[in-house]
């Protein structure tokens, strides 16, 4: 690449928003002063703010109305008078008047012919065009003088030379330069000159105007003549985004660019850029700066030769929307020499532009891109072009898909990891969306994905998801938001941003159900407010709820289950099939029939999905976890013991200072402590159903009458109220007491265990010695106690919270962070 040594000079160019009001103009004067003194300050300007659509609608209603739009010839007078007001004197004031008013009667000729023709040519739209930056060229440059500056405007079509193709004229580069060194050479370095952006001239002399930013264009190109040291574009953005904002919220400016990664952005959607902008300065290295005239403060971006600061091997997503699929399909093109040529030269010569093209390497099909305006015509083209293939069925067919988008991931560093496309579509593959076309340039900075245009907004927002802000995206359903439950979505809302900074990982809430009604929005609810917004949701229904999460085509979607229902267990299977993760606190589940447990783990296997159960036995402790650990790792498991439920060890606990079993089981029941109906506790069901879990996660096929459990209930108990059950109790304190009395004579205390060992299961009351971790268990904490090879003079002693609304949904939390992780 071409370098050279550059000039003091720094061309500056304001868009339409910064240069739209008198106080906006007033903020460019001061951020073009603050440029340094030595340095020639170049000014380049777009017509203020909305006054080219004004122009425009001038030219419609002149063409369709057959005369004069003096509504919109007022109020372009008016809106320059009140700004010249404002910002100049008098004198100054009075001299700008009077040359736009030039200006407007110049307009009203040329409207006038219009509306007498019926007609308005791309040259007379050009000539109309120009005049919104020939008015606000000499406003500007007025009001620098107003401010103490010398200052003069410059007609760009005295600079800038162009061919006569109206309406995106292309530049004659060597004259254009030679023109503008001419006009700027003997200029004084003090002097701020303003030029008009976007218009330039003919051979001839007409007016011609250089297309979408063309006053962007206009200000690289002066740049390359003038050999700035840089371009500052200012807008009314803080940069080049990673993506399009209204398609991604998240979007963030970055900092650094390189031209080949600005023009890739540029040529798919980035709406800031236009791919020639770059053209001029690149050629000489000259850094090019995006900044926001309206938030001076943001860095902006800075697009130069590399962009080595930034880490991201993705840079952005960029799109082009409203394309069509053209496909030409046939086993007779195999080998057909010149196949390429035949189809782009006909295409070319009815001037439609190929956006992208991907071809199998069994030519068997070839598949472009163009716009969808142009579908049609390149269709019948191409039909004619191989009209005679089509009657010999060498090709089967030529047809278009409509309502497409391009997606396209952008970076230089791409080319140096491997890998990228790859994750690309498999990012793509678990947002559900369908990639029609694929195409990837031999340099590797961007990657191309053709999908259908309903599918390009969670398209976007997932591979942006991934790649810019290099984070994981969780989808979740939750049913059941009682104490857990409820416990759960405050700690997602408390800990969102800490989960998007330190673990990389955006939790999405989509669906929230109890057994009355539900809430769902693919969008995502609002963690804080979704529980309040229930009772207003949709009647509850299970079987609409797995259909939409099965169709909504989110990407790892993750059920947390926070139930004690049946109902819901059982429609474990259908999430598991449908690639939903599940996260559960419910132990029915995994303590129904051994074939049912088995069916859940061989389709979690199979569907490659996260199915976690870790609080389902002892809250946030790893018991389940540190079995799994050992099992895999080989270590054969000899015993398990465990202290299960944290309501009975504090009954326990309890027993050992002398208080009676009965109002121990009142004060744990008033506090919250125990089920509803403390039966449930006590009956030691819950306990079995832990044992069961652990048994068979150490691989042992067993049922829940192979457990031999010890009931804590009076024999023949009956009761209708948690009151009548302490009344009962009461009659069996004396045996209670009787029982930890002759404990303690032995040196022991009382501990409800369960215990695997020989492949025998039971859960009953034991003795245990004092020093065993059993007994040093506090209030209710739960203990289990592995031993193994490995473990076996020193048994592996997990112990800690068994219970509690804080525990429990933080063990949720762990196995919803741990399934978004683990989930393709």
Partial sequence: MERTEYNPVQVTKFGGTSVGTAERIRRGISLVQEIAADVHRVVVVSAMGGVTDRLLDSVDVSLSEKRLPDHIADELHDRHAAAADELLPKGERQQLIAYLEELWRELE?????????????????????????????PLVAAAFRAAGEKSRHMDARELIRTDANYGEAHVDFDESIRRIRARFEDLPRDQITVVTGYIASASDGSTTTLGRSGSDFTATILGLALRARRVVIWTDVDGVLSADPRDVPEAFPLARLSYTEAAEMAYFGARILHPRTMRPVQSLGIPLLIKNSLNPKAPGTLISNESRSVELRVKAISTIRDVAVVMLE???????PGI???????????????????QASSEHSICLVVRESDADSAVETLRSAFKRELVYGDVARIYSIPRCAIVSAVGDRMRHHPGLAGRMFATLGRSRVNVLSIAQGAAETNISAVVRDDEVRRAVRALHEAFPLGRLRAHVCLLGPGRVGAHLLKLLAEQHDDLLERVKLNIKLIALANSRTMLWDADGLEFGTAVSELA????????WLVEQLGACRLERIIV???TASQAVAARYPDFLELGLGVVTANKLAKTLDLPFYQRLQKAAKRREVAFRY?????????????LKYLVRTGDPVHRIEGVLSGTLAYVFNSLDVGESFSSIVERAHANGW??????DDLSGEDVARKLLILARELGLAVERDDIKVESLLPAGLQHDTPEALFGELRKVDHEWKARVEEAARQGKRLRYIARLEDGRLDVSVRSVPIDSPFAKAPGRGNVVVFTTDRYKDEPLVVQGPGAGLGVTAGGLLADLIYSAEIMP
């Fill in 109 to 137: 000729r040329l409207l006038q012919g219009i509306a007498l023709l019926g007609e308005c040519t791309a040259r007379t739209r050009d000539s109309i065009l120009s005049i919104g930056e020939r008015a606000s060229a």
């Fill in 330 to 336: 046939g086993s007779g093109m195999l080998g057909m």
């Fill in 340 to 358: 390429a040529a035949r189809v782009f030269v006909p295409l070319a010569e009815k001037s439609i532009n190929v956006l992208m093209i991907a």
């Fill in 536 to 543: 207003g949701g949709r009647p509850a229904n299970l079987d």
């Fill in 560 to 562: 947390v289950d926070a």
């Fill in 614 to 626: 870790e609080t389902t036995v002892g809250a946030a402790l790893p018991d389940i976890s540190t």
């Fill in 674 to 679: 125990t089920e509803p109906d403390p039966a």
